[in-house]
């Protein structure tokens, strides 16, 4: 337990995970930013997008058309005020106008997608309840699923928090999910949902003051004790809100206005969509390697939609082997068949998938495509001789990380001829298009830069024993380094008195020494 604890305040300590809405404010008022929607949509959407979403919605077409009705149901703060008191829960739910805001993004502006997410909540949330129940904490945190992947758990975050629990890399092996080049346990709602309860609890262990751990689960434990320490010992959210980092501002008020959503709901004339297949379904564990090509083909279950009830396994293959047991999802109505057909389901076709061994053979490609962006249209950009990620994402101005997740592309390596998926604000696409047959010289000018690359890197007249890099948008120490026969990282941070390599600016301008 302890141990647990401090790894978690050691890796917490050394990033922020901030992965919360968005809000602007002065001095004198709490302000919405209609920005803080884009996690949250963008989440939706691609929730919406899942097979068993798409082709299994069961929906009371007369009721649906009721909930279309031109007037949306809006109340007085005095009603918001009194159902949230009436809601039974030991966490406080303040009511001001952040929180009203946020009613309205779930009960005005995406009725239709949260109706399906209130659908989606009758098979996720009782289990979730149960694990969060086993580990003594209060269930209605079930509701940070909400803020946190809108119950989806495929969602990949900006920064590669990934699952219905938004877990990094490093925090999610120490709560021992499994990732791997096969299995990713983030996305397993119920592995990752016991991984969550454990880290909520020990957070509360610190805190002891259930408001902070969802402020802590947004930013980090170290941001939550800053705020608290800056603000002279206080340990009540409202009183630190302006000592914390802005996205996590928006995250408490995010998670009251949904637990007023889904206890409201009917209030509003917000539907339930409920998805058939994946309510009823059942888990099978499997103590050999499968794949899922050869459970849907001899059982005639569609691929997408065991991808979907199983998203935890990258490749569609279930590494069941050496005494590992994984689990296997499925529809109630497929089990006794798999029972009974399980030897021919495991033989056949096993040649393709497993070498004689029953090894692994190598996989030649992932099935899983990183979702696009919504509102975004695609371009195509055909990567040049001197090209790099710093300068194709300034050209189409997007993030060098975006560009990354489109492209499924680990660090910064690019290869000419590669091709790059880009997506750009929809109806600005026109603006992009011809980038792809622009010369450098042309594309640097079109973004007021230098049209020679020999100009990107100068030597400015300060001390001849040194060459000066000036830092552009994207840039890492690590490209920049690469740049520079014998240069490493370290030299170039020892060089310039640099503690912390993402502290880079454009245009900055930094000394390097050539060795060589």
């Not at 904490?137 to 992947?149: M, N």
């Not at 206890?263 to 499968?290: C, Q, V, W």
């Not at 001829?417 to 880009?422: M, R």
């Not at 600005?428 to 298009?433: C, E, L, Q, R, T």
Request: net charge positive; with cysteine; proline share 5%.
């Amino acid at each position: 337990m302890y141990k647990r604890l401090f790894l978690t305040l050691i890796i917490f300590s050394q990033f922020i995970l901030c992965q919360g809405n968005s809000l602007i404010n002065d001095k004198d008022s709490l302000s919405f930013n209609p920005m803080i929607k884009y996690d949250f949509e963008t989440n939706l959407d691609s929730l919406i997008n899942l097979w068993y979403v798409k082709n299994a919605i069961k929906t009371d077409y007369n009721s649906f058309e009721n909930d279309t009705v031109s007037v949306i149901p809006e109340f007085s703060d005095s009603v918001y005020i009194e159902r949230l008191q009436n809601i039974p829960s030991i966490i406080d739910l303040s009511y001001n106008k952040i929180v009203r805001n946020y009613i309205h993004v779930y009960t005005k502006q995406r009725r239709e997608s949260v109706g399906t997410m209130i659908g989606m909540a009758d098979y996720y949330f009782p289990k979730i309840e149960e694990i969060f129940e086993s580990y003594g904490i209060p269930t209605e945190l079930k509701y940070l699923a909400i803020i946190e992947s809108a119950l989806n758990p495929r969602a990949v975050s900006r920064v590669g928090a990934t699952g219905m629990w938004q877990f990094m890399y490093g925090t999610a092996r120490m709560y021992d999910l499994t990732v791997n080049s096969f299995v990713d346990e983030r996305r397993d709602p119920i592995k990752s949902a016991h991984a969550a309860a454990l880290f909520m609890k020990d957070l509360y262990s610190m805190f002891n003051d259930w408001t902070l751990v969802i402020a802590a689960y947004n930013c980090g434990p170290g941001n939550v004790n800053k705020a608290i320490r800056r603000s002279g010992g206080k340990r009540d959210f409202w009183q630190i809100y302006y000592r914390l980092p802005r996205e996590t501002r928006g995250y408490v008020p995010a998670y009251i206005a949904a637990t007023y959503t889904f206890n409201y709901y009917k209030e509003h004339g917000l539907t339930p969509r409920f998805p058939e297949i994946p309510i009823a379904t059942d888990t099978i564990m499997i103590s050999d390697n499968l794949h899922l090509k050869q459970v849907s083909e001899v059982l005639d279950i569609p691929l997408k939609a065991l991808r979907d009830l199983n998203p935890q396994y990258k490749q569609d293959i279930i590494p069941a082997k050496g005494g590992h047991h994984y689990p296997l999802t499925i529809p109630m109505e497929y089990v006794g068949k798999f029972i009974d057909q399980q030897n021919s389901i495991f033989a056949y076709k096993d040649s393709i998938f497993f070498n004689a061994d029953n090894t692994i053979k190598n996989p030649q490609r992932s099935y899983y495509v990183p979702q696009a962006p919504t509102n975004r249209a695609k371009l195509i950009y055909t990567v040049k001789s001197g090209d790099n990620l710093g300068f194709i994402s300034e050209w189409y101005h997007v993030r060098t990380s975006d560009i990354r997740y489109w492209n499924n592309i680990r660090g910064n390596m690019i290869r000419v001829g590669q091709k790059l998926n880009i997506y750009v604000p929809k109806g600005s696409s026109k603006k992009y298009a011809d980038i792809n047959k622009l010369s450098f010289e042309e594309k640097q000018l079109r973004i007021g830069k230098t049209s020679t690359r020999s100009e990107e890197i100068k030597t400015v007249p300060i001390d001849n024993n040194y060459v000066y890099y000036k830092v552009r948008y994207g840039d890492t120490l690590w490209e920049i380094a690469k740049k520079y026969s014998g240069v490493t990282e370290n030299d170039i941070m020892k060089l310039n008195n640099i503690t912390n390599g993402k502290s880079l600016k454009a245009g900055q301008h930094i000394k390097i020494k050539p060795k060589g």
